[in-house]
């Protein structure tokens, strides 16, 4: 997703995007590696995940090859800018504090304010951001409840309080931020990153035939199916207003990995009655 929409940004700037993707190439792009294409990306570099022992020397070699490439790049007279796995965490905890502003923003218009807001949790950059918006805009009034869709919630809890540390002191602010603001939930991973769980197609399927919204099935399918299980069990007493993040992802819905799952036999949500 952030592949793809970095490459949509950059032709918005007039400029060349080189990807590194992990993984094997395949021999039929779908999903965002179409759209990659469709979107012109300049030149595609694949990690193969199979020579690597463990995710954590798969995902230094990915950012070691974008470094390689980089220099050849400067070598040849260009200027390239080189974009981590998620982005810098600095970058996407300010962009997102933003998103809680422009949030509020258009809320007040309805004469709404958010109590509580939900959001998926992978790298942990937009939930960071989050919090930070809460903490600028709405004095940590606002609950953030992430929902992890790989790591575990300690680690991702750390980190969160790691990046926030580090945006407040660039901010060059004296933000305190308590423990209970950092709200991360671990139990809707599944089996793994983007493997299907049958509550993700549940929700997916809940929110496409009730309101005719398209979830993902990596990243806000599986927050869904958090909120909805949280929501049953009463996490969220007392709230008002509480705000699903929708932060896109569809095109995982068209990947040749995600798709059979809404195809395949097993547990559906029923469509509207007729
Ligand atoms: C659709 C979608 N939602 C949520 C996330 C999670 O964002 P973060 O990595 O900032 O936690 C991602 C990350 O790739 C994503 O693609």
New binding site residues.
Partial sequence: ??VR?TIACANRLGLRTVAVLRGEKPEVPTGNLLLDHILGVAEIHWVDPKDYATREELVRATEARAEELAEELRRRGEVPYVIP???KPLH?AIA?AGCVLELLEQMRVLNLAPDVIV???????????LILGSLLFAQGQIRVV?IS?SGKAENLRARIRRNLEEAISFLGLKLSVPEELIEVYDGYVGPGYAVPTPEMRRAVELLARKEGILL?P???GK?MAGLLDLAEKGAFKGAETLVF??????P?LFSEAQAPVFYSSGETFPGPAV
């Fill in positions: 997703n952030h929409l796995n998620g982005c996407s997102y959001t998926a949790c992978g790298t942990a950059g937009t939930q960071t951001g992430g869709v993902d990596v990243y806000t927050a993040l929708h932060t896109g992802g569809v995982a």
